[in-house]
């Protein structure tokens, strides 16, 4: 049995069904953000301790951090215009942000993130092929270096000494995902035939997906062979300077922590600059995850569990107050990267609403559709 929609239109039990499998996917992820905040962080450090701690930093220690966050935000405008010719510094800033705010506040907000992105550059006057190529390149190099970044401070801790054996299977799994990421990526690229059969694939494999939903099957493969010619002509010129942003990108995210850490008092010697390296890397493959938005609580958690278990036994003072020192520490760092972003993204989005001097005529033609799903959305 069906019911009837406003505008006409039967709504068949599935489709009634979403709101309320949106509604518990919000639920679960509300409670374990609260959970966490709530009930475990405040075991390991009192909210007071860690406040009072924060704010016993010098206005040099704020500026400092301050500057670092802001210069991190243009590393991924960069990225983008590196990753889309025409594309301006202001414009790839308001882009960034907006969709990186819907990406932090919806639980697997990064589609909805996707949509937005598009209408914007598509009011800029960019086809559909282009934001898509500029979308999947930005996140395929992203997805690399989330993936090899584990591994290269694994590495850098086994040579300084500071690896253990527990931390050798996840290097490897690491190493072996990476190596096969860039494998078929690099496949792609050199057999035409080999990109028309991963995207049929791929489209076979969407359209499975599709058909509960009584929604049409999608034919992938000539796509893929259109857009791995396009992806060859924009690295030909392009990629040293989307391969130098996107590491750049991830490194100055990185200092933020490395400088939140040193200046609440967290040294060299109780925990080293790789150890940070480290620890960073594994909590970024947790902003991935689409359990809470943007890896929210659990992101925090990583850093501080791993950032205590690295220094403990190093700890120049006593671990009551070494807890307090990387607590503060980590969501210092979470509130510059993550909290700050939101308002920030709505800011920006009005801009984009207002500032007309930058529409232009739509592009016409096939070129003009939106990106498949296949596309990746590059989120900080």
């Known amino acids: 049995m069906s019911t009837t929609t406003t505008d006409g239109s039967a709504a068949t039990p599935r489709s009634r069904r979403r709101p309320l499998v949106r509604a518990i996917q919000i639920a679960v992820s509300g409670a374990i953000v609260v959970a966490i905040f709530a009930l475990i962080l405040p075991k390991i450090a009192k909210y007071s301790d860690v406040w009072k701690t924060i704010t016993s930093l010098t206005w040099l220690e704020m500026t400092t951090l301050v500057a670092a966050t802001i210069f991190n935000l243009f590393t991924y405008w960069w990225q983008m215009q590196s990753a889309m010719p025409g594309l301006t510094f202001w414009q790839s800033g308001v882009n960034n942000q907006s969709s990186t705010t819907i990406s932090n506040i919806l639980p697997g907000g990064g589609v909805i993130a996707v949509g937005v992105a598009y209408a914007m550059f598509h009011s800029w006057g960019f086809t559909g092929s282009e934001i898509a190529l500029m979308m999947t390149t930005t996140g395929i190099w992203n997805a690399f270096l989330k993936l090899g970044l584990p591994v290269l401070a694994l590495a850098l801790l086994a040579i300084t000494g500071q690896g253990t054996s527990a931390l050798l299977i996840p290097a490897v799994l690491g190493l072996a995902i990476l190596a096969g990421s860039i494998v078929v990526f690099a496949m792609i690229l050199w057999k035409k035939s080999f990109a028309r059969a991963v995207g049929g694939g791929l489209g076979k494999l969407a359209s499975l997906l599709r058909k509960p939903f009584h929604k049409p099957a999608v034919h992938w493969g000539e796509s893929a062979a259109r857009f791995r010619k396009q992806t060859i002509k924009l690295l030909e010129k392009r990629w040293p300077a989307l391969t130098l942003t996107t590491i750049l990108s991830h490194l100055a995210l990185w200092f933020v922590l490395l400088l939140a ?28 995850a689409p359990i809470t938005p943007g890896g929210v609580g659990l992101v925090e958690l ?56 930058w529409r232009k005529p739509q592009p016409s033609g096939p070129e003009a559709g939106p990106p498949s799903p296949m596309v990746l959305q590059a989120v900080p």
């Open 302 to 357: 990583a850093l501080i569990g791993g950032l205590y278990a690295a220094g403990r036994h190093h700890a120049d003072v006593p671990l009551d107050v070494f807890k307090i020192q990387v607590t503060a520490a980590a969501l210092l760092y979470r509130t510059l990267t993550y909290g700050i972003q939101i308002p920030l993204g709505g800011f920006t989005y009005m801009i984009w609403q207002r500032k007309r001097s």
């Open 261 to 288: 850490l040193r200046h609440v008092g967290v040294s060299e010697h109780e925990v080293s600059t790789i150890q940070v390296l480290a620890v960073f890397a594994f909590a970024r493959l947790l902003s991935a």
